[in-house]
């Protein structure tokens, strides 16, 4: 559904706060918007691509950076521009984004960056707030979907005022919670875009770098005035009769307004820099100061650096998500985690890969031959769950490439050999295609996987430099990962489908006793993608199992466990035939579609 | 500290069953009626057939997106194990479970419109008028869909799991 799709109450929106993000920047005039899928981050572009302004240059990049310097050459041309990411991508993004502060922009420029407390899809849960501190940057953090509208809104007319680079900043529950948005009336900018020579500005040569550096403290100095003065920091609640204040940000100033209501809580939407002043004169008001923010004491620090008295929360609470049980035992000063989840609850419920699903014959395959398996970003990550547990490394975009390589460069040969890298094709053009450089160019004996299933599948489907279409719809040229790796200068290149276990079997031992580097690209549509054309049918004869449990053993969750036998799940079977594979009785027939 | 004064509706099952749609008919339902609504939902992984969570938070002036623990009004149980996952969450005392007997009894066409079948018994409990929910479901879905899920929904506010004439209101 589209986020123009209005409720009955007017003028307002129910709105997932990247939803907000994607409304202010139509509404700011953005003339580009850019960035890589991940998840909290992915719906913005989403959203703007539903949004259907042909004014509007969109597109997914295939890697943050590059995303980070197409939205920087369009600000530098006067444009407002959009770039999106989660946070681990704004590590992929951090080159460009720090050396910016120094040129600066011309045409207001914004990076999202979602953060993940609670890694509910992510590797890691960095905070992103110190990039803003890194860098030099101003850093704007919503509360809700209202806040996500406004500060974006803001984060456009900010950049172009102080000509520097604006992020951001979101997190997971700000991301995809829905919350009632006001829009304001939408700005309509006149203006011609294109490149003006500066050299000293935009030529980050040591010589001119030296002088940008002391503008960017000059401007820092100005940005601190204004998050000193802006009435985006807002103060709720009366401190008369309070025995403490509260100093906070994001989704954490709600919970604390929704659980400690006669608590004065200063809500900061500017996170970098800090209106220590501001906070100062809060401090005096309130006596005792308690910062309750997500993640690491980022607030705290600071706060006590400038010689505020402030006091924070016990050290549990600086992993993982914050929710309202936790912020009251924060508010009421327990150092323990609230009461648990009571002990007898149904086991959690692991992702899975789909039934019928590529990876999965994938992994069988290289179980069966025993592998050592450099794994990377991408729905296989889940070849490690039990019971395939046939993925053993996960680290970043790209790294099943590089780690691979690592490991056959100090292993002895018999180990070495028994190494291959795992990575997808939205993957491979992120951040994969550089480490097959370097397999070529350092003479790697390796294999590589290339696990090609025309999507970015973790995060929902998007499209990318592979699949032949763009990000508003439109065809685009399909970069082909095999061309790409010859290109690249791969001798041994070879493409299978990876439903056939047999063929990629074969070619797994030679690619792996070979002497050369090899590429297999395990090629088959996602089927949350493309609906097959035709399906095959199984059933297993109950008779016939002797319910060993190998075809459970490939963890599909089409395969249920009945009295004595499996049964496939009809409604769930896509006809991968894995399992019949599996089955050393026979007791899995193919029967013929009705 | 005072107990929250949002209603909450936790909405659970697993990926592929319109947890996610239901949550937000029903949202975009007590928005209608012009409350201050919070909705939160769980991305990502979910898609790859983990439990489903689709929290739904409305009163006057709501702030956390979240509910506390033991304050859930209502839970929409669309997977049994789901719902017995849930179901500690219920407000002690009077917080209910909502869920239709599984199988033909329930007197559904469709299986796929069971998020909104579900939405129908809910509806027994929350003075929502029945337009604006029909409303909110064909803002929601696909044209062609509307008539077999309405029909669901309909059959969901019939269906009475007590056998009483009458069920408590609130929101």
């Known amino acids: 559904m589209s986020v123009v799709h209005e409720t009955v109450e007017a003028g307002k929106l129910l709105l997932a706060g990247n939803e907000a993000v994607a409304l202010a920047a139509a509404h700011a005039g953005v003339r580009m918007a ?181 503008v960017l403290e000059e401007r820092l100095a100005r940005l601190r005035d204004y998050c000193e003065q802006t009435g985006l920091n807002r103060v709720h609640g009366d401190g008369a009769a309070a025995a403490f204040g509260v100093v906070a940000a994001g989704v954490a100033s709600q919970y604390v307004r929704e659980t400690a209501p006669g608590v004065p809580v200063l809500t900061l939407a500017t996170v970098w820099p800090l209106p220590l002043a501001r906070i100062a004169e809060f401090q005096r008001q309130v006596g005792d100061l308690l910062v309750v923010e997500e993640l690491g004491d980022f607030l705290l620090t600071e706060i006590r650096a400038a010689g505020i008295p402030a006091r924070g929360k016990a050290a549990p609470f600086r992993l993982g998500e914050l929710n309202p049980d936790r912020v009251r035992a924060i508010l009421e000063g327990t150092p323990e985690e609230p009461p648990p989840v009571p002990a007898d609850l149904p086991p959690p419920r692991p992702p899975v890969l789909c039934p019928g699903c590529g990876h999965r014959s994938v992994f069988s395959v290289l179980k069966k031959l025993d592998l050592i398996v450099m794994g990377d970003i991408g729905c296989y990550s889940l070849g490690a769950l039990p019971p395939l547990s046939t993925l053993d490394t996960c680290l970043c975009m790209g790294a099943g490439v590089g780690l691979a390589l690592g490991i056959e460069r100090v292993a002895d040969e018999q180990e070495a050999r028994r190494v291959v890298g795992v990575i997808g094709d939205s993957t491979f053009f992120h951040s994969g295609m550089t480490g097959v450089l370097d397999a070529v160019y350092n003479g790697s004996r390796g294999t590589l996987l290339v696990l090609d299933n025309r999507t970015t599948a973790m995060t929902g489907g998007q499209d990318h430099p592979g699949t032949g279409r763009r990000l508003d719809g439109t065809a685009a040229p399909q970069a082909d990962v095999a061309a790409v790796c010859r290109g690249l200068g791969v001798r041994d290149v070879r493409v299978i489908d990876p439903y056939d276990r047999a063929g990629l079997e074969r070619a797994l031992r030679e690619a792996t006793a070979g002497d050369r580097y090899s590429v297999i690209v395990c090629r088959r549509p996602c089927l949350l993608a493309e609906r097959p054309r035709e399906v095959r049918r199984f059933v297993i004869d109950a008779e016939a199992c002797r319910d060993c449990g190998a075809c459970l053993r490939t963890g599909c969750p089409a395969l249920e466990p009945a009295d004595g036998f499996v049964r496939i799940s009809e409604a769930l079977c896509r006809g991968c035939g894995l399992c019949a594979e599996m089955c050393r009785f026979g007791a899995v027939r193919e029967v013929q579609c009705p | 500290m005072p107990v929250s004064e949002a209603t909450n509706v936790l909405i659970v099952g697993v990926g592929g069953q319109g947890v996610l749609k239901a949550g937000q008919v029903l949202a975009d339902a007590l928005v209608a009626c012009g409350h201050d609504v919070k909705q939160s939902e769980v991305h990502g992984m979910a898609q790859r057939g983990g439990s489903v969570v689709s929290e739904v938070r409305w009163g006057a002036r709501v702030f956390s997106p979240l509910a506390p623990w033991g304050a859930a009004d209502f839970i929409v149980v669309l997977d049994d194990v789901e719902g017995r996952r849930a179901a500690p969450r219920l407000r002690p005392g009077r917080g209910r479970l909502v869920s239709l007997p599984a199988g033909p009894e329930s007197g559904l066409a469709d299986r796929r419109c069971r998020n909104m079948a579900a939405l129908g018994l809910l509806a027994r409990y929350l003075s929502v008028p029945v337009e604006v929910w029909h409303d909110a479901i064909r803002r929601a879905l696909p044209p062609v869909t509307h008539e077999s899920n309405v029909a669901a929904f309909e059959a969901g506010r019939r269906h009475d799991p007590d056998g009483a004439d009458h069920a408590a209101s609130v929101g």
């Open chain 1, 34 to 214: 850019t960035g890589y899928p991940g998840t909290p981050s992915t719906e913005v572009l989403q959203t703007l691509a539903e949004y259907g302004d042909r004014r509007i240059a969109l597109g997914w990049a295939p890697n943050e950076k590059v995303a980070l310097e197409v939205g920087a050459g369009a600000a530098y041309a006067g444009a407002r521009a959009l770039v999106t990411m989660k946070h681990v991508g704004l590590n992929v993004a951090a080159d460009p984004l720090v050396t910016s502060a120094y040129t600066g922009v011309r045409g207001g420029f914004v990076v999202v960056t979602a953060d993940d407390p609670g890694m509910h899809s992510s590797q890691n849960e960095q905070d992103s707030r110190h990039y803003a501190r890194l860098a030099g940057l101003p850093m704007l953090e919503p509360s809700d979907s209202q806040e996500a509208y406004a500060l974006a809104r803001e984060a456009f007319a900010l950049s172009e005022r102080f000509e520097t680079p604006v992020l951001l900043r979101m997190t997971t529950r700000v991301c995809h919670c829905k919350s009632l948005v006001e829009p304001a009336p939408p700005e309509e900018l006149e203006r011609r875009y294109g490149f003006q020579r500066d050299i000293p500005r935009f030529v980050m040569v040591p010589g001119n770098a030296r002088k940008r550096r002391v």
